[in-house]
């Protein structure tokens, strides 16, 4: 299973910017959705993740500003960023989770995309 990710850019501080990921391949069902980011020189961390039944979890730095939602018919994964503060540039990675064709479980990673929060 394949992911690929867009949508980062430079944005301004208090600026939004939307970032998709969409999963291909032989896919029979997708359970978990989320977003991870990665700051230089810090370690890979959650910022928010999407059931399959569509519950939400954020990582509280980014409650109130960031919404993860999902597309099912286009296997898609979206995390739009509100209020953006220069805390927020990483290179931040989608990550899925589901069953392909063959009835085996896969878990896999998009290759990240980057958000530079600058004035």
């Known amino acids: 299973v394949q992911l690929q990710a867009c949508g980062g850019g430079l944005v301004q501080p208090g600026g939004s910017l939307r970032v998709s990921c969409a999963a291909s391949g032989s896919i029979f069902s997708i359970n978990n959705m989320a977003w991870y980011r990665q700051a230089p020189g810090k370690q890979r961390d959650l910022v928010a993740v999407?059931?399959?039944?569509?519950?939400?979890n954020y990582a509280d730095s980014v409650k109130g500003r960031f919404t993860i939602s999902r597309d099912n018919a286009k296997n898609t994964v979206y995390l739009q960023m509100n209020s953006l503060k220069f805390e927020d540039t990483a290179v931040y990675y989608c990550?899925?989770?589901?069953?392909?064709?063959?009835?085996?479980?896969?878990?896999?990673w998009g290759q990240g995309t980057q958000v530079t929060v600058s004035s």
């Open positions: 990550r899925v989770s589901g069953t392909v064709v063959a009835g085996r479980n896969f878990v896999s």
């Open positions: 999407i059931s399959s039944g569509g519950s939400t």
